[in-house]
């Protein structure tokens, strides 16, 4: 399995992910992080058995009037597809690439937040 996301380049240093991971099982969570980056985050953690617990996204700049708000606090979805829905770190992994890929379809500008657990 690749740890890097699709058209990355050039990927994080593994000590930045490594970085990033730690950052991400405290409390704080990871820092913002592209769209690229949080998935290879999140595929570097699945290799190492952890799964992404929380995601949060925000708009990369504020517009007037407001807009992307809709992908800016995640968790009102549907059963099955919540983050609270499921402990399995593939099912994880699987949720975050579909919202990465609805984002882009979409054109929202967003950075994203990960925090990681076991499961």
Aim: net charge neutral; with cysteine; aromatic share 6%.
């Amino acid at each position: 399995m690749s740890l890097l996301a699709p058209g990355d380049d050039p990927a994080p240093a593994f000590p930045t992910l490594c970085a990033w991971t730690r950052a991400a099982r405290t409390g704080a969570g990871s820092p913002w992080l592209s769209p690229g980056d949080a998935e290879t985050l999140a595929r570097h953690a699945l290799a190492r058995g952890l799964g992404v617990r929380l995601l949060e996204a925000a708009a990369l700049t504020l517009h007037e009037p407001p807009r992307d708000t809709d992908w800016e606090i995640l968790g009102a979805d549907a059963p099955g597809a919540n983050w609270d829905d499921h402990r399995d770190p593939s099912r994880a992994l699987h949720l975050l690439l579909t919202k990465l890929r609805q984002a882009r379809t979409a054109g929202a500008r967003l950075q994203y937040k990960l925090w990681l657990g076991e499961p």
